[in-house]
């Protein structure tokens, strides 16, 4: 056996009869035993929701939440961000230890006919000039209120979801589904963008990035893409989604767009695992890309029971993921931001999605546990 296939072995926990009759001299050396040592723990539990309230931010410390996703501070119309805001918003976070690392920037999720500054993914110009000049003075007051990172989309369509599901075993929970078989017989019509290649989707977000990415770069303040929710079929409502239909590829191409610190990706799980065929185990090797990369900024820990073209989303404990190895992963590449959850089922009594946030940060927390002591 050769030494580097025994190191595999011993790697992949398969040592057993494989290393009957090797010779002592075969066993690594103290250096390399280091290098292949987990890493130390850098990332922490987060939150996306519920801006900088006061019931807020007290909701989050009572749960041990100390870094967050603000929201956004008020808009001065024409201008951008109000910059006096912003910095109340992060002394507010500071009364309860709480550090407030990132924004949304106002490209959403929420789909190109109810977008705030539509004209960017329309690729309209000279009305997304003007509207890149916003987003470049939002950068500005981030980078001055100390925000690491902003959130943001390049979508057309929104996110997209056929049905409820309801699991009596989980209480009656309900569950988000996407079944896109359902949904091609629901016969939506275009939106306003009409027929888009992932051609144009690439070209209309290097426009973007061409010019927001400098202003990043000189107030150090990341940009974290969150792919599209779900990744689709070609051509689905006349958009190619430009993280579709190869998730992995797709992001792969958007990686290497620009080879800069301040270029990355809201890195959520769960809409990662919406394109994969097989998610608990083709999610390993993309964080890992990524991961080496340094490109991935936020994580949203979401599961599914499902993929591609069919799931539904639930709690992490009994998606078809396991989040211990996914956690693993992230400390192995020494991912350091937030891990959040950002979608959580739901219940029609009252309080219900406080308890699932809840009931994520107390999961999300053991994990981070876990994963440290391994390594302590």
Same mark, same amino acid.
């Given at each position: 056996?050769?030494?580097?296939?025994?190191?595999?072995?011993?790697?992949?926990?398969?040592?057993?009869?494989?290393?009957?009759?090797?010779?002592?001299?075969?066993?690594?050396?103290?250096?390399?035993?280091?290098?292949?040592?987990?890493?130390?723990?850098?990332?922490?539990?987060?939150?996306?929701?519920?801006?900088?309230?006061?019931?807020?931010?007290?909701?989050?410390?009572?749960?041990?939440?100390?870094?967050?996703?603000?929201?956004?501070?008020?808009?001065?119309?024409?201008?951008?961000?109000?910059?006096?805001?912003?910095?109340?918003?992060?002394?507010?976070?500071?009364?309860?230890?709480?550090?407030?690392?990132?924004?949304?920037?106002?490209?959403?999720?929420?789909?190109?006919?109810?977008?705030?500054?539509?004209?960017?993914?329309?690729?309209?110009?000279?009305?997304?000039?003007?509207?890149?000049?916003?987003?470049?003075?939002?950068?500005?007051?981030?980078?001055?209120?100390?925000?690491?990172?902003?959130?943001?989309?390049?979508?057309?369509?929104?996110?997209?979801?056929?049905?409820?599901?309801?699991?009596?075993?989980?209480?009656?929970?309900?569950?988000?589904?996407?079944?896109?078989?359902?949904?091609?017989?629901?016969?939506?019509?275009?939106?306003?963008?009409?027929?888009?290649?992932?051609?144009?989707?690439?070209?209309?977000?290097?426009?973007?990035?061409?010019?927001?990415?400098?202003?990043?770069?000189?107030?150090?303040?990341?940009?974290?893409?969150?792919?599209?929710?779900?990744?689709?079929?070609?051509?689905?409502?006349?958009?190619?989604?430009?993280?579709?239909?190869?998730?992995?590829?797709?992001?792969?191409?958007?990686?290497?767009?620009?080879? @800069?610190?301040?270029?990355? +990706?809201? &890195? /959520?799980? %769960?809409? #990662?695992?919406?394109? $994969?065929?097989?998610?608990?185990?083709?999610?390993?090797?993309?964080?890992?890309?990524?991961?080496?990369?340094?490109?991935?900024?936020?994580?949203?820990?979401?599961?599914?029971?499902?993929?591609?073209?069919?799931?539904?989303?639930?709690?992490?404990?009994?998606?078809?993921?396991?989040?211990?190895?996914?956690?693993?992963?992230?400390?192995?590449?020494?991912?350091?931001?937030?891990?959040?959850?950002?979608?959580?089922?739901?219940?029609?009594?009252?309080? @219900?999605?406080?308890?699932? +946030?809840? &009931? /994520?940060? %107390?999961? #999300?927390?053991?994990? $981070?546990?876990?994963?440290?002591?391994?390594?302590?």
């Amino acid at each position: 056996m050769k030494r580097n296939s025994f190191i595999k072995l011993i790697s992949a926990g398969s040592v057993g009869a494989a290393t009957v009759g090797l010779e002592p001299v075969l066993a690594s050396s103290p250096a390399e035993l280091k290098k292949a040592a987990p890493k130390k723990v850098l990332m922490k539990v987060g939150c996306q929701s519920g801006g900088t309230t006061i019931e807020n931010l007290e909701f989050k410390a009572r749960h041990g939440v100390y870094n967050i996703d603000g929201g956004a501070p008020k808009t001065i119309l024409g201008k951008g961000w109000d910059l006096d805001d912003s910095m109340k918003k992060k002394e507010a976070c500071e009364k309860y230890g709480i550090s407030l690392d990132a924004y949304h920037f106002p490209l959403a999720s929420s789909g190109i006919d109810k977008a705030e500054y539509p004209n960017i993914m329309l690729g309209k110009s000279p009305e997304r000039d003007r509207e890149i000049e916003i987003l470049q003075q939002m950068i500005q007051v981030a980078g001055k209120t100390g925000i690491k990172v902003l959130n943001y989309n390049t979508t057309i369509l929104p996110v997209l979801r056929t049905k409820k599901t309801v699991d009596a075993k989980r209480g009656n929970a309900i569950y988000s589904t996407w079944n896109y078989d359902e949904a091609v017989k629901q016969n939506l019509p275009k939106t306003i963008a009409g027929d888009v290649s992932i051609e144009q989707m690439f070209e209309r977000i290097t426009y973007l990035l061409d010019r927001i990415l400098p202003v990043a770069k000189e107030y150090k303040v990341k940009l974290a893409n969150h792919i599209a929710d779900p990744p689709t079929p070609v051509g689905y409502r006349g958009i190619t989604r430009w993280n579709s239909p190869d998730v992995f590829k797709g992001i792969q191409r958007f990686a290497k767009l620009y080879d @800069s610190p301040y270029h990355g +990706f809201n &890195f /959520c799980i %769960g809409s #990662i695992a919406e394109g $994969l065929k097989d998610p608990k185990n083709d999610i390993m090797p993309i964080i890992k890309w990524v991961g080496e990369r340094n490109q991935i900024f936020n994580v949203h820990l979401r599961n599914i029971k499902g993929g591609w073209n069919n799931f539904q989303e639930v709690y992490p404990d009994n998606g078809d993921m396991n989040f211990l190895h996914v956690v693993r992963a992230l400390r192995d590449v020494g991912f350091n931001g937030m891990v959040m959850p950002d979608h959580v089922p739901h219940h029609a009594a009252t309080g @219900s999605d406080l308890q699932a +946030f809840s &009931f /994520c940060y %107390g999961y #999300i927390k053991a994990l $981070l546990q876990t994963v440290t002591d391994e390594v302590s």
